[in-house]
């Protein structure tokens, strides 16, 4: 257990026993606790296997590369469409992990052997995803915005995809797009300062 981690379990409320049971399943598949992005990380030699994280409706286990699973037991849920390599498992009860705790801790160990043997997932290219029709006209109208958006780092340039595309309504893209161009154009990404 690692010290600099045990503030998210002491705040847990809700999921509390949960993700502690969590935490006891994880640390006894000999992997690192670590904290990031504020949540409890567990690494294998350097690597990221597992993380544990808390929404409303659940708490769950998240394998970084979960696509590469067999997922034997129909357990592993996509968050999003946009969500590429990483799967959850998700909890709604401390029963339902004591129950499925030997088939957690295989995956774990799959999850290691995935990450020992190199395997990775194809990863969708930038020129995938969706371009927003709202900002395909700001970027043929602009070629400094144009020029601003391509010299971005392909991950910065999915950030804004993904965040301009997400909005359901044009007028919500527009605004959006608007309040981003002056990033884009300072060569920021979408949560750089």
């Given amino acids: 257990m690692n010290p600099k981690v045990d503030w998210y379990f002491a705040k847990a409320g809700k999921w509390q026993r949960e993700i502690e049971k969590l935490r006891t399943i994880v640390l006894n598949c000999d992997l690192i606790e670590e904290l990031k992005w504020g949540c409890p990380c567990y690494t294998y030699q350097k690597k990221n296997i597992v993380l544990i994280h808390m929404f409303k ?50 995956y774990i160990y799959e999850a290691i052997g995935v990450e020992e043997s190199g395997l990775k997932l194809p990863m969708k290219k930038t020129g995938e995803f969706n371009m927003p029709e709202e900002f395909q006209n700001k970027l043929n109208k602009s070629p400094a915005l144009k ?33 981003y161009m002056p990033h884009i154009l300072d060569g920021k990404g979408l949560d750089d300062k």
């Fill in 147 to 179: 020029k601003a958006f391509y010299e971005l780092t392909p991950g910065r340039q999915r950030g804004y995809l993904l965040y301009f595309s997400s909005a359901k309504q044009s007028k919500t893209r527009e605004a959006r797009i608007e309040k």
């Fill in 57 to 106: 409706d659940y708490c769950a286990l998240l394998f970084f590369k979960g696509a590469l699973l067999k997922d034997t037991k129909r357990i592993l849920v996509q968050q999003t469409e946009n969500v590429q390599a990483a799967r959850q498992v998700r909890f709604t009860s401390l029963k339902e992990i004591e129950k499925m705790e030997r088939t957690l801790k295989t």
